[in-house]
T-cell receptor, first 113, second 113 residues
Framework: GGIITQTPKFLIGQEGQKLTLKCQQN?????MYWYRQDSGKGLRLIYY???????QKGDLSEGYDASREKKSSFSLTVTSAQKNEMAVFLC????????????FGPGTRLTVL | GDSVTQTEGQVALSEEDFLTIHCNYS??????LFWYVQYPGEGPQFLFR?????EKGSSRGFEATYDKGTTSFHLRKASVQESDSAVYYC????????????FGKGTHLHVLP
């Protein structure tokens, strides 16, 4: 089996700050995803990547950048954190396309003061 | 646009009760349908998938049948346990975008002992 690791588990930032979230997977999966989870709103796709150095925007990409420099890692940057923003950011990976099961990490909880 | 609707935000049951969580979808094509479960403090976990009309998916005592006529994929379990308390997400994947999965807003199941 494999595992997805997300760091940090909790991230507290100031308004306007640039913040980076990291994700590592050892499944050797090609595809990786970043989702934002807000209470009552489900999971919304921010970015995905189908291979190393590939980046594709999801529905919620504004205000975020992503980076996939290695197959095993996928980073997400909040370019300018918004005050009172609180959400959980989930990283996931899968073998191939969207018909495949996705494996999720435990999440990073972001709080902006 | 394509979407998933889960009508119940919260469901409260007693142990051994029968569970139904409703999921309806709207899609321009012929989607694959999924159920995921998320326990507190963890990322979502894949439960099962169905890809064609009348196909039944099942896992851990949960099941759902793909119904193209009513555009539904309702989750059912005959006898719930306290350990089933979690958030359940219905999701769809379309071939028109090979990597995107659309999630519903989730249904929080509380099972009382």
């Amino acid at each position: 089996g494999g595992i997805i690791t997300q760091t940090p588990k909790f991230l507290i930032g100031q308004e306007g700050q640039k913040l980076t979230l990291k994700c590592q997977q050892n499944f050797n999966h090609d595809t990786m995803y970043w989702y934002r989870q807000d209470s009552g709103k489900g999971l919304r796709l921010i970015y995905y990547s189908i291979t190393e150095n590939d980046l594709q925007k999801g529905d919620l990409s504004e205000g975020y950048d992503a980076s996939r420099e290695k197959k095993s890692s996928f980073s997400l940057t909040v370019t300018s954190a918004q005050k009172n923003e609180m959400a959980v950011f989930l990283c996931a990976s899968s073998w191939g396309n969207n018909y495949a099961e996705q494996f999720f990490g435990p999440g990073t909880r972001l709080t902006v003061l | 646009g394509d979407s998933v609707t889960q009508t119940e935000g919260q469901v409260a049951l007693s142990e051994e009760d029968f569970l139904t969580i409703h999921c309806n979808y709207s899609a321009s094509g012929y989607p694959a349908l999924f159920w995921y479960v998320q326990y507190p403090g963890e990322g979502p976990q894949f439960l099962f998938r169905a890809s064609r009309d009348k196909e039944k998916g099942s896992s851990r005592g949960f099941e759902a049948t793909y119904d193209k006529g009513t555009t539904s994929f309702h989750l059912r379990k005959a006898s719930v346990q306290e350990s089933d308390s979690a958030v359940y997400y219905c999701a769809l994947a379309l071939g028109t975008n090979a990597y995107k999965v659309i999630f519903g807003k989730g249904t929080h199941l509380h099972v009382l002992p």
